[in-house]
């Protein structure tokens, strides 16, 4: 193996070893490195370009011969990828989405692809994913291997100018088929998509390097230069966002999501101390959001920290105290203050709350009609739970969503709440409880 190609070996394996650490160890590093608009999706996109630039140059070129049919779908297919990015550039000029991605999209960008996929589950998206993870095995793997073993398919292939990739790159075609497959659910097809833009900018400049017959040496240099050009530019770039105060807004509104999924992330492999952190730069970026401080003392608790747990306990009851002086008889903020009283044990705190959330949400309820009786409805179910009323906690919040069927917020919590019960009541005496 050559130094070029032992470059490209030692590139593959250090930025798979480099976002697996980060992954465990740096949960706030990995986001960084993985989310949009951020430093992770910079380097997709200027390594896409790079493949756009030397797709082009080697279609230009006269010795390209059978192989410019290839390079000329890279450069449009490289093109096309690096725009979807950027969602051709909606979020640098902010541009609103046009009113069909507006209706269609799963993240209401003016791109393609969220037309298909998207952050929700869906057979397009899970049939998209087998086939992206099939053909990052059969053309970066499987193709170079029987090409070098001279098996006679892949001859055939080469024959008819399917440019092969060099094959030091098996490994970063290997684990972005890992990586595509999203085994772990940890936002990994990012780092599937850096790995395959590298891997395609380096087949593309090796391809050109190869025909001006470079010495390896040159080889070598030109390689190291696109990896230092690229990832300078995408952390120029992700900087240059970071300080301009409209782009860091829009960046800090993604990011404060992305901190709660990650937060579950961490959470389903116990790594507490995770979500910990990750909930903190949510509390950093939206403070004061008593959901999250309860979160971040159940993770105390699981550290066998009280101390710790009790004082983000007692900021979340000092912001609902705050927030009950200035919104009186509001009753998410009552309920809230009941969930937290109740996290310290106070149960007599607990059922003034609950009772007084109950009282205004049922006089509510019978009162108005239509989508406010829906979420009247929803809430007085939140404060029959306080309440330990679980049977009529699970008729109010059937009757949210029957009231509106389309809302997933009454969906999810009737079915999660309905679940619960079957789980601890006898099944015909809990389903007499949503069949009447």
């Known amino acids: 193996m050559n130094l070029a190609s032992g470059y490209l070996l030692f590139l593959s394996l250090s930025i798979s070893i480099f976002y697996g650490i980060i992954a465990v160890y740096y949960p706030h590093a990995y986001i960084f490195a993985t989310y949009e608009d951020l430093y992770g999706e910079w380097g997709q996109f200027f390594f896409f370009f790079a493949t756009f630039i030397f797709s082009l140059l080697n279609v230009l070129k006269v010795k390209t011969g059978r192989y410019r049919w290839f390079f000329t779908l890279l450069a449009f297919a490289s093109f096309y990828t690096f725009m979807e990015e950027i969602s ?7 541009y609103a989405s046009p009113a069909y991605f507006a209706e269609h999209s799963y993240q209401n960008e003016a791109n393609l692809h969220n037309l298909l996929t998207g952050p929700v589950e869906s057979w397009t998206k899970t049939l998209l994913t087998y086939l992206v993870s099939i053909a990052f095995i059969g053309y970066g793997v499987l193709y170079p291997l029987c090409l070098k073993i001279k098996w006679r398919p892949a001859v055939f292939c080469d024959q008819w100018g399917v440019a092969a990739p060099p094959l030091a790159l098996l490994p970063a075609f290997i684990v972005a088929a890992i990586c595509e497959m999203e085994f772990f659910a940890f936002n990994e097809a990012e780092v599937a998509e850096l790995l395959v833009s590298m891997a395609m900018a380096f087949t593309a400049l090796n391809f050109y390097l190869q025909q001006k017959a470079y010495s390896n040496s040159i080889v070598l240099s030109s390689f190291i230069l696109l990896t230092i050009s690229v ?8 900087e240059l ?3 301009q105060s409209t782009q860091r807004s829009e960046i800090n509104s993604r990011l404060s999501n992305g901190y709660k999924k990650f937060a579950d992330r961490y959470a389903r492999y116990d790594l507490y101390a995770d979500v910990i952190e990750v909930l903190k730069l949510y509390d950093s970026l939206k403070p004061n959001n008593t959901v999250i401080l309860r979160r971040i003392a159940h993770q105390y608790e699981y550290l066998n920290q009280p101390e710790k747990a009790n004082e983000f306990l007692g900021k979340a009851i000092a912001v609902g105290l705050k927030r009950n002086v200035d919104k009186p008889n509001n009753v998410p903020t009552l309920i809230s203050l009941a969930k937290s009283y109740h996290e310290i044990k106070r149960p007599e705190k607990v059922y003034i709350y609950a009772q007084q959330a109950y009282d205004i949400a049922s006089e509510k309820f019978l009162t108005t009609d239509g989508g406010k009786q829906a979420y009247w409805a929803y809430w007085l179910a939140k404060s029959c739970e306080q309440l330990n009323k679980q049977p009529e906690s699970l008729k109010y919040y059937r009757k949210a969503h029957k009231l509106m069927p389309d809302n997933y917020r009454y969906e999810r919590a009737y079915f999660k709440k309905r679940h619960l019960m079957e789980r601890y009541y006898e099944k015909e005496w809990a389903e007499s ?3 009447d």
């Open 88 to 94: 051709w550039g909606q979020r640098l000029l902010n």
């Open 231 to 238: 990832f300078g530019l995408a952390y120029g770039v992700t």
């Open 241 to 243: 966002l970071l300080h």
């Open 433 to 435: 409880l949503y069949t």
